[in-house]
């Protein structure tokens, strides 16, 4: 596989600590952050795509209640994640990280062939991710510690599907770079 980039999916505080937070995305976390720290010093990109939701008006909130609506703190990143200096953020309304959002143009810009998937979650945003990803001809790397979901069945379960549906390569962080 040629150039990668990171995207990491939705560490954001509503995610981890708001209104639809569980305790099974603070494993991830550490993780992540390794992964972020590697790919920075090898000058592999990291980039952020961010629910940012308007208030009152998105389709989502039917489904998960309001969350990560745009200027507030629940739709920043965690401290522990936040967004470097040499870093790209791109804001999403949609599960997925490509749906009219620049993030597919940026990936050309940089020259990226593979995308590493990572954050939250599994078998939801990193899954529809991973499919349009699939569909504009990017490979997919998800490494396992990376991600989560709320349940375990839902996390083996979209791990399994990026895999098998997508030809995504499920690894550890240690194997992505």
């Known amino acids: 596989m040629g150039k990668k980039a990171i995207i990491v999916i939705d560490m954001l505080n509503d995610f981890v600590t708001g209104p639809i937070s ?3 995305v603070n494993h991830i976390i550490e993780p992540t952050k ?13 980039i952020y795509t961010n629910d940012c939701h308007t208030a009152e008006v998105d389709k989502e909130f039917k489904v998960w209640g309001p969350h990560a609506i745009e200027g507030t703190f629940g739709a920043e990143v ?3 994640l936040k967004p470097q200096a040499c870093d790209y953020v791109i804001p999403k309304k949609t599960y997925s990280g490509f749906y009219c959002t ?6 050309r810009e940089l020259g990226v062939d593979t995308v590493v998937i990572t954050g939250w979650q599994a078998d939801c945003c990193c899954r529809h991710t991973s499919a349009d990803a699939f569909f504009r001809g990017f490979n997919i790397i998800v490494p396992k510690e990376t991600t989560d979901t709320t349940t375990e ?3 083996i379960g979209g791990l399994e599907y990026i895999k098998n549906i997508y030809g ?3 690894c550890s962080v240690d ?3």
């Open 22 to 24: 569980t305790p099974r």
């Open 34 to 46: 390794k992964l972020f720290e590697m790919a920075r010093e090898q000058g592999v990109p990291v």
């Open 78 to 80: 965690i401290d522990e």
């Open 102 to 107: 620049t993030l597919e143009l940026l990936l």
């Open 153 to 155: 069945e839902g996390y």
């Open 168 to 170: 995504g390569t499920i």
């Open 175 to 177: 194997e992505v770079l």
